[in-house]
């Protein structure tokens, strides 16, 4: 697919674009797939990315702290519109959700005299954890072909989930010992 | 009083914003740890609640944090919140992006990548387990989580609200005793 080719030519996009079209997708994107969607979006549909610059940014946004969509949009923003660019994308990737988060919260409320409520909500967040586990899945795979690296995952979470310990020391510790024992595999 | 709390709410959050490695999944142990344990914010029933208005609303999963402003300290708690969370990772990632990417070939660009990630996938294990622990888990837990998952690891175009309503459907009738 000659795809990345076009992308080259074409001019960048205006910054109004920008914001309207993280708008879309940050106000349409009910529960995740996000990345899917932006791919749809940047790459396929508007051509201001080319495929390969599209995984790089989503390597570094899946590697920094923050939400990773977060991240991706921003790294976007900046390659078309620097700073600037980056800034539109971020807030108009978020505006809608601030406000749909909210609106949902106060809908949850309002039906709060409704004795199966509680019931309801556990099975939202059931179900919402199946999408966590199978996160949990694809990374545990991953990690598969490094066996240091499925230690790493084990004692983060015996550290943090069975022991309860504070989860930014566990962290500040753990992060640099991972970085180096795949520093030293390379 | 009402300063103090939206500086407790920032003060919270900052530090989570920088350490949410594979993004919110990640910080929900703690988040959770500050909100119910230390600072008496919300009970555990409603925390349950909230992490499932945020996983049920659009947008990415770290919009708990608005939620939780929102209900400590209105509107203004919950921007307080949504910047304390959403700002410093940004400027970080924006930062990194601007002055890394074109070293992504070399040694030490690779290690960091790899070196995170099985952070990010063990702290996602410890939100799990810390969720399961704050919900009425039984058995009826375990399969709505088991065949939600199924559903998103066999049919991955299967939309993800669809899944939610489901799991909702299933807990109301087993609650009702079918």
């Known amino acids: ?186 | 009083m009402r300063f103090d709390t939206l500086v407790a709410i920032a003060l919270v959050f900052i530090p989570f914003s920088l350490t949410s490695i594979g993004g919110g999944s990640a910080i929900v142990a703690g988040i959770q740890h500050e909100a119910v344990t230390v600072h008496g914010w919300v009970s555990s029933r409603e925390f349950l609640d909230l992490f499932a208005v945020s996983r049920a609303a659009p947008g990415p999963g770290m919009m708990l944090a608005t939620v939780i402003g929102w209900r400590v300290a209105g509107w203004l708690g919950a921007v307080i919140a949504t910047l304390a969370l959403f700002v410093p990772s940004s400027m970080l990632c924006y930062a990194v992006f601007k002055l890394t990417n074109n070293h992504r070939q070399k040694r030490w660009h690779r290690a960091m990548r790899e070196g995170l990630a099985p952070v990010g996938i063990g702290l996602i294990i410890a939100g799990i387990i810390s969720l399961f622990r704050l919900s009425h888990g039984g058995p009826s837990a375990i399969a709505i989580i088991g065949l939600a998952a199924a559903i998103f690891l066999w049919m991955p175009r299967f939309p993800v609200l669809g899944v939610l309503v489901l799991g909702g459907l299933v807990a109301a009738l087993a609650a009702t005793g079918f």
């Open chain 1, 1 to 186: 697919m000659p795809v990345s080719d076009l992308s080259h030519s074409l001019p960048p996009p205006r910054l109004r674009s920008l914001f309207l079209l993280c708008f879309k997708i940050g106000i349409l994107s009910f529960g995740g797939g996000l990345t899917g969607w932006l791919y749809q979006g940047f790459v396929l549909q508007q051509r201001w990315i080319d495929e390969d610059d599209f995984a790089s940014s989503l390597a570094i946004s899946q590697m920094l702290p923050g939400a990773n969509v977060v991240n991706l949009v921003i790294c976007m923003g900046e390659q078309l519109r620097g700073p600037i660019g980056a800034l539109s994308c971020v807030v108009g990737f978020l505006v809608g959700p601030f406000f749909a988060v909210i609106a949902l919260c106060q809908v949850f409320d309002a039906l709060a005299g409704f004795a199966l409520l509680p019931a309801i909500s556990d099975g939202v967040a059931f179900a919402a954890m199946g999408l966590l586990v199978v996160m949990c899945i694809h990374g545990l795979r991953r990690a598969m072909r490094f066996p240091p690296s499925v230690a790493i995952v084990v004692v983060t979470a015996f550290l943090v989930g069975v022991l309860e310990m504070p989860l930014i020391p566990v962290v500040l510790v753990l992060a640099p010992i991972s970085v180096a024992l795949s520093w030293r595999r390379a």
